[in-house]
């Protein structure tokens, strides 16, 4: 039942910021316990966990990503969003959004986003 759908720029400049949002319908991101997750994957790699803000507003980072990645809500409009900083074109990938609880998991379409001057 819960849908995804994530939205932002398709390009993004060196040394910018990416933002993305996810727009979710059928669930409420405040219902416990799920968790709301950013993945991508670059072209030609796997699948890169990013960041999740679970039910309760806790974030948690990849350690990798960490010192640039923030994620945030909105549980008025029942979005949450992405902002990776001073990016490089090794940022690019598809970015999707994603949500679990117990045995559910659904996902995003997915959004390509390319790091370009």
């Known amino acids: 039942q819960v849908q995804l759908q994530e939205s932002g720029p398709g390009l993004v400049k060196p040394s910018q910021t990416l933002s993305l949002t996810c727009t979710v319908s059928?669930?409420?991101?405040?219902?416990?316990?799920?968790?709301w997750t950013w993945i991508r994957q670059p072209p030609g790699k796997g699948l890169e966990w990013m960041g999740v803000?679970?039910?309760?507003?806790?974030?948690y980072y990849s350690p990798s990503l960490k010192s640039r990645t923030s994620i945030s809500r909105d549980t008025s409009k029942n979005e949450f969003s992405l902002q990776l900083s001073s990016v490089t074109p090794e940022d690019t990938a598809i970015y999707y959004c994603n949500a679990r609880r117990g045995t559910m998991e659904f996902w995003g379409q997915g959004t390509q986003v390319t790091v370009s001057s």
């Open positions: 803000i679970a039910y309760d507003g806790s974030t």
């Open positions: 059928g669930g409420s991101i405040t219902t416990s316990y799920y968790a």
